[in-house]
Nanobody, 127 residues
Framework: QVQLVESGGGSVQAGGSLRLSCAASGVTFSGDAMGWFRQAPGKERECVAAISWSGSNIYYTDSVKDRFTISRDNARSTVHLQMNSLKPEDTAVYYC????????????????????WGQGTQVTVSS
């Protein structure tokens, strides 16, 4: 069965950095889009960043552009989210997700498009 395991969350002061990692197992890591989502208390889960299998199609939500970078290592079945210049409004539980696209260049941003989810990792940014 597919398992996604996130790591790298924690607490940091505003302006700091964190690097989230997600390791996928139980799945052939090919033709799949990967996404990072976050959910703050009382808010809907939103797509922060997403990347196609080839890395040619990358999405960032406006609020994290120029601060966050998504990357993937298909040989190691991992995806990362480098988060710089963190702000208190970035505080949330961050989830890794996988969508079977069977495509090199397709990626998705909707929660309904992703069939596999990690357990989430807390990111807390203090002012």
């Amino acid at each position: 069965q597919v398992q996604l395991v996130e790591s790298g969350g924690g607490s940091v002061q505003a302006g700091g950095s964190l690097r989230l990692s997600c390791a996928a197992s139980g799945v052939t890591f090919s033709g799949d889009a990967m996404g990072w989502f976050r959910q703050a208390p009382g808010k809907e889960r939103e797509c922060v960043a997403a990347i196609s299998w080839s890395g040619s199609n990358i999405y960032y939500t406006d609020s994290v552009k120029d601060r966050f970078t998504i990357s993937r290592d298909n040989a190691r079945s991992t995806v990362h989210l480098q988060m710089n210049s963190l702000k208190p409004e970035d505080t949330a539980v961050y989830y890794c997700a996988l969508a079977r696209t069977y495509s090199l260049s397709i990626t998705y941003t909707g929660t309904k498009d992703y069939g596999y989810w990690g357990q989430g990792t807390q990111v807390t940014v203090s002012s």
